[in-house]
């Protein structure tokens, strides 16, 4: 069982930067992919990025690209977001997932296949 915290969420003007944290519970973080997703009011949820259980592979939507990083310490049981140059449409309640992992590179992109949610944080951006 993982339990996952997210916090860092806010209010911020559009060009600006937030981090998201995920700290996750267990001695086992180590073993998981990990995911962020967001869902926007009226919307569904959308992948934002995604990185293996050994940190050395990530992926991101293509709205993303160039302006999130997403980022792990497995020793402290933490994965990142770092989103800069954010938008109004970024706005959204940001959610990560974490998902067991026999490969050490792989990342997931699809939200069915991840088996833990955190409680998702609010991100807020002002035009």
């Known amino acids: 069982q993982v339990q996952l915290v997210e916090s860092g969420g806010g209010l911020v003007q559009a060009g600006g930067s937030v981090r998201l944290s995920c700290a996750a519970s267990g001695r086992t973080f180590g073993s998981y992919a990990m995911g962020w997703f967001r869902q926007a009011i009226g919307k569904g949820r959308e992948f934002v990025a995604a990185?293996?259980?050994?940190?050395?592979?990530?992926f991101y939507t293509d709205s993303v690209k160039g302006r999130f990083t997403i980022s792990r310490d497995n020793a402290k049981s933490t994965v990142y977001l770092q989103m800069n140059s954010l938008k109004p449409e970024d706005t959204a309640v940001y959610y990560c997932?974490?998902?067991?992992?026999?490969?050490?590179?792989?990342?997931?992109?699809?939200?069915?296949?991840?088996?833990?949610w955190g409680q998702g944080t609010q991100v807020t951006v002002s035009s």
């Open positions: 997932a974490a998902l067991y992992s026999y490969s050490t590179s792989t990342y997931y992109t699809s939200s069915g296949l991840y088996d833990y």
């Open positions: 990185i293996s259980r050994s940190g050395d592979t990530t």
